[in-house]
């Protein structure tokens, strides 16, 4: 193991050029870099210190031992590099569906071209957050573990993935700056809920139907043909311009779980969390009933809870949701719903 300078007991001085050559990073080629360990700074200044002797005394030992260690560097860097460029792409790592500030933790073996052993960091950035990942290089796998927490929901570009190596001498720290498009979806935290007991809540809303049950506010996108008007002409003559709504509902008992609308208005008093509470009552449904025969009305967007591509693309939209002003489609099964909510 090499010896780290602050073990020999140096004067200050000379620590603080030690940590500014450390820090010092030098462009190698397009999208890799260079940067020396305190070990590798030891290193190179015995390495200009054997040049400098051999090129004083024309010793041709001390010319043989400065072209020995030059061409230990060089092999150090080219390996460094190699192993680097053989590790698997952003894609193919698979990396955990994410929700809205919960931890994720990553385990999986890849394949690794070329038998060696090292330790890799990857280091990621995207506008939700950034991680650290530990790639353990052995044999001809390499395992990956590490932890991810995003802290908003939405559809992300992944800005970069770094990764760096000190492997194979521990000289140098190189830096590969993979190229990537890959995109990074972050769902909403999921809210548990119960099909059964729900009636309208904070999410979910009745069938229509026969039997009139209450009020609600208007909300754009509403038949005008339900709007409570001997209502509205009373608040007129109060100066209020509230419309109201009948609401109409079949019996809970009948509701058909496994069909599932979400109406994406919001009224305007209504806060940035609701929304995200209503998306993540509609995720949670989605991990509930996933694979099973249904469906999905997100807004106007019906998705086939059946097929995997169908629950992919509707996982997506439910990363990149914006309010909208239409109301959803009529169909089967519940609705979810911030206006009629009672939960």
């Known amino acids: 193991m090499a010896y780290d300078p602050a073990d020999l007991r140096l004067p200050g001085w000379l620590l ?3 940590d500014a050559l450390i820090r010092l990073r030098l462009p190698l080629t397009s999208g890799w870099s260079i940067a020396m360990t305190r ?4 290193f190179m200044l015995a ?17 043989l031992c400065g072209a020995v260690l030059t061409g230990i560097v ?3 860097v080219i390996q460094g590099m190699r192993l680097l460029r053989r590790m698997p792409a952003v894609g193919d790592m698979k990396l955990p569906l994410l929700e809205v500030k919960q931890v994720h933790v990553l385990r999986q073996d890849l394949p690794l071209p070329g038998g060696t052993s090292a ?3 990857i280091l990621g950035s995207y506008a939700a957050g950034a991680f650290n990942l530990q790639a353990r290089c052995e044999n001809d796998a390499v395992r990956i573990s590490g932890r991810l927490r995003a802290s908003r929901r939405g559809v992300f570009q992944l800005e970069y993935l770094r990764l760096q190596s000190e492997a194979p001498l521990g000289l140098f720290n190189i830096e590969f700056r993979q190229s990537s498009e890959y995109q990074i979806y972050v769902l909403p935290e999921a809210v548990p809920w119960q099909a059964s007991a729900l009636s309208g809540a904070h999410g ?7 039997e009139w049950r209450d009020l609600r506010s208007y909300v754009p996108g509403d038949a005008l043909s339900r709007v409570h008007w001997r209502k509205v002409a009373a608040n007129a003559r109060t100066d209020t311009l509230a419309w109201t709504v009948k609401r109409f509902a079949d019996d809970e008992s009948n509701q058909d779980v496994s069909h599932l609308r979400v109406d994406l208005r919001i009224p305007p008093q209504s806060k940035h969390e609701d929304f995200e509470r209503l998306l993540g009552k509609a995720w949670f449904w989605l991990q509930q009933q996933r694979g099973r025969p249904g469906s999905l009305m997100l807004g106007r967007k019906l998705f086939d809870i059946a097929d995997e591509q169908q629950i992919n693309r509707a996982m997506r939209a439910l990363a990149s949701c914006r309010p909208e002003t239409m109301a959803p489609a009529a169909g089967p099964g519940l609705l979810l719903s911030i206006y009629e909510a009672r939960i």
């Open 204 to 210: 979910q809303g009745m069938r229509d139907g026969d």
């Open 74 to 76: 060089s092999a150090a």
């Open 16 to 18: 603080r050029l030690f």
């Open 39 to 42: 070990a590798g700074v030891m």
């Open 47 to 63: 390495l200009i210190g054997v040049w400098a002797a051999s090129f004083y005394s024309g010793n041709n030992l001390l010319y």
């Open 119 to 121: 330790m890799i960091d």
